[in-house]
């Protein structure tokens, strides 16, 4: 007895490698580290918060000035009282950071699926590399610090920061199809903890001179990674004479390697045939809208997951080092590079976790199971003792079962929800649902880093890790009618395989 199209399993990576060229190689390499250069420069801020709260308060309210600054300096640059207006005033700035982020990836979408994608990226990082070299280097260089100068500029940051991403993912989800797309795009995903590996790194190299050197760093690589994506990158494979995806519609291993996971497996023929783009006689695709984007099956479910998740993802990113040397009263420099192990846990999380979503063809089972037992790594990783391998071991667990999640969801899940039936296949609609995920993602990011420094200073570190419990809970509620009907798909398929045997 002959299955479904839709039943028969082709090996994961079986279309991906038939069809993989050195440019399918040189378009990761360089969407991957032009992320991960983004990454670094928000990792830096991270970094070097304790620096910065030090060089923002004064010497007598402040027990590690003397080491790092004259006392003249101390006193004649302070902007706050004291530490704790400090620390608030850095979540504040996270805050603004993630809202203006939030705001530019809505429009960032749209304006990449609009205009050249290799122009838009180029041009947030060389101008982003700019912002955060004025942030951090200039104004400690001409001692000029500002609360109202800070904020502006890193709104614009967040702005700039925002054409990164849903650019990314949209050349990605053009030169490689469903195949193997969990595995290949949870490898991928890796950008954003390489990133905060590397940035981590290179501060902890430099902050012995002075945070504006880490700053300086991280600035000047990103320019430099701007300037070879405006030179190097191809953002689809027509540009070079290659068949866009879905264009070999006899081939029955890539019809079905580009059918996508998002799609109801359950709908009539008659209603696949339904697109909510006119047909374009020039067969050049056009954009769809905003509101047509969210109207997608799936968008909304996963940019509400997605909020709650990401929120929990940026808490440890933005105060993981703050937390260790606050809790433990470790030093910064050994802070930063200790936090290197939950981005190392992310990786490995959205490699495996999208390796097995390949196998099943689902997403939304692995997502749960994940996030399960994310919530036992929280509640037991803010019972750490204050031992450095004990630490680092846990919260590599940590960010195995939360980073793999956000991986998976940020790109092979986002690239699935832009690749439909609905839009059929159109690469038109990637950078736009790219960005209504990542940007509710980031509204809700924005959101909790300023929770998190409220119930810090009131109620304490142990509260904070409960309001991740309580966020990671409330991710898997959302994607709960999602992992209903995938279950369901998968038993059915089961039941089918065991009557054609």
Partial sequence: MALPGSLQRQPASRGLVSHCTHHHIVVFLLTFFSYSLLHASRKTFSNVKVS??????????????????PYELWNSSHLFPNAEEATLFLGTLDTIFLFSYAMGLFVSGIVGDRLNLRWVLSFGMCSSALVVFFFGTLTEWLHFYNKWFYCCLWVVNGLLQSTGWPCVVAVMGNWFGKAGR????????????????????????VLKYGYEYA???????????????????????KEVGLPELGADEDDSVEEDANRP????????DDDRNYSIQATD?????????????????????????YACLKLVNYSFFFWLPFYLSNNFGWKEAEADQLSIWYDVGGIIGGTIQGLISDVLQKRAPVLATSLLFAVGSLFGYSRSPNSKPINAVIMAITGFFIGGPSNMISSAISADLGRQDLVKGSSEALATVTGIVDGTGSVGAAVGQYLVSLIQENLGWMWVFYFFILMTSSTI??????????????????????LAE
């Fill in 52 to 69: 910065i709260s030090s060089q923002w308060t004064p010497s007598c309210l402040n027990s590690t000035a003397p080491e790092l600054r």
């Fill in 182 to 205: 969990g595995f290949v795009f949870g490898l991928w995903s890796a950008c954003a903890s390489v990133g905060n590996i590397l940035g981590a790194f290179l501060a902890s190299c």
């Fill in 215 to 237: 700053f300086l760093v991280t600035a000047s690589v990103q320019f430099a990674g701007g300037v070879i994506v405006f030179f190097g990158l191809l953002t689809s494979p």
């Fill in 261 to 268: 996971l998002m799609g109801n497996d359950d709908v009539d």
């Fill in 281 to 305: 006689t020039d067969n050049q695709p056009k954009a769809i809208g905003f509101f047509q984007a969210c109207c997608l099956p799936g968008v909304v479910l996963y940019s509400l997951a």
């Fill in 477 to 498: 509620l959302f994607i709960s009618p999602l992992i209903v009907r995938e279950i369901k798909l998968l038993l059915h398929e089961r039941r089918l395989r065991m």
